[in-house]
């Protein structure tokens, strides 16, 4: 026994443009001053936390001029002054990073330091450690690194 079927309805929300919270713009007419986020990245720069102050239209939107684009492909624009330089790692932050990894890819008991992570969650040594048997001296530095905290087995 078939069962009518409920006939879906598409629900169709559009916004007419000027309804939009954010002023909105086609992609050959972007004011001076704006730019998306990646065009940001491509000159070094971040948002900073400053939040977009229009939308960029995409390219389906261009037929319809009088629709507010609710477009995956739409994206947002920021001002380029209120921009800042994007933030690069300080030097305590590689150390702190390089610690870290060092933290993971040394072992506890041999203390050699491999250039690969060790499973020492689970194993708590490296291979040869916990097979017994000699690493071959490509896969390890040389001048073992001390590890100032060790992982709980
Ligand atoms: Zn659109
Ligand atoms: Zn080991």
């Known amino acids: ?46 948002p900073g936390g400053h939040d977009p102050v229009a939308v960029l239209r995409c390219k389906l939107c261009a037929t319809r001029p009088q629709w507010s684009c609710g477009h995956p492909t739409r994206g ?10 994007k933030r690069t790692p300080t030097l305590a932050q590689e150390w702190a990073l390089d610690r870290a990894m060092a933290a993971r890819s040394t072992c506890p008991r041999c203390r050699r330091r491999y250039h690969f992570c060790l499973p020492l969650r689970t194993q708590g040594v490296c291979d040869p450690c916990d097979k017994g048997y000699e690493p071959s001296p490509d896969t390890y530095t040389h001048s073992p690194v001390p590890v100032d905290h060790r992982l709980a087995a």
């Open 1 to 46: 026994m078939a069962r009518p079927r409920k006939r879906r309805r598409v629900e169709v929300r559009r916004v007419p443009r000027s309804d939009g919270h954010l002023p909105e713009y086609d992609r050959s007419a972007v004011p001076e001053g704006l730019a998306t986020r990646r065009q940001l990245r491509e000159m070094g720069l971040s």
């Open 76 to 85: 947002f624009l920021f001002r380029v002054d209120l921009a800042r330089p």
